[in-house]
């Protein structure tokens, strides 16, 4: 019986050591499609998801994690992978879904206006946000935002920088969404930041605009060795502000 998501929430800890107790790749596969289902800025859904399988490319994948227990002792691998670069087609694969969505020739007026405001959104402020030049144009365009904010709200977001960490937080996202499935059923997990993202881009022969957001180690935790020890927050209360 899957557990209820806080049950899940409880359940998941980061585990450093896996039992030799094989998983079900189906199982994995689903809690990735799960993955796949998360919020994401603009549904222009800038990720890639690696299930790792092969023994091999598990090992090699290893080294590249500096050989640590949470991908050593790991039955399976998954690696989030965001794809900033292919902007241009997910948001061109956003506009051909509302054409088909909004196909109808009778939609009332709220319906145009939705249609219409969604499709500027795909073709005029996205290319603006994203289109840059080596850096320049997205300096360009903060600074220019930045003084039209002085006389209203705007969007400031719009270096290179600040779209990569767009990505990055969309792609995390999804890896919760994953973790959390994963526990749901009884499955570990262990997200990694340690590794060589140049090593791992080259073993999963990834192109250059791909970029590494996380490893995450998979398999049924060792009760005794797994969980490095008793889980800590700081107090809710410090970090907790109801804005009345």
């Known amino acids: 019986m899957e557990k209820t998501v806080t049950e899940a929430i409880n359940y998941r800890r980061s585990t450093r050591v896996y039992l030799d107790t094989p998983l079900d790749s189906k199982k994995v596969k689903q809690c990735l499609y799960n993955a796949s289902l998360a919020p994401t800025s603009s549904n222009l859904q800038l990720w890639e998801f690696y299930h790792i399988t092969n023994n091999d490319t598990l090992r090699e994948l290893t080294k590249a994690c500096f050989n640590q227990n949470a991908a050593k002792t790991a039955q399976q691998l998954v690696v ?42 795909y073709r ?22 930045q003084i039209v904010g002085l006389f209203r709200p705007i969007y400031r977001q719009t270096r290179a920088s600040d779209m990569r960490i767009v990505a990055h937080k969309s792609a995390a996202l999804a890896a919760e969404n994953f973790m959390l499935s994963m526990s749901a059923i009884g499955y570990d997990t262990c997200p990694m930041e340690g590794s060589d993202t140049l090593k791992v881009r080259q073993i999963l022969g990834l192109p250059r605009g791909a970029e590494i957001n996380m490893v995450i180690g998979c398999g049924i935790r060792n009760e005794e060795r797994g969980i490095y020890g008793p889980r800590f927050r700081v107090p809710f209360e410090d970090v907790y502000f109801e804005v009345k």
């Open 80 to 121: 989030i992978v965001t794809r900033k670069d292919l902007w241009r087609k997910r948001a061109k694969s956003n506009i051909t879904f509302l054409e088909k969505i909004y196909s109808k020739t009778d939609l009332d007026s709220r319906w145009l206006k939705r249609k219409k405001m969604a499709m500027n959104y």
């Open 124 to 145: 005029k402020i996205i290319p603006t946000i994203y289109t840059d030049f080596l850096g320049i144009l997205g300096w360009f365009k903060y600074l220019t935002f």
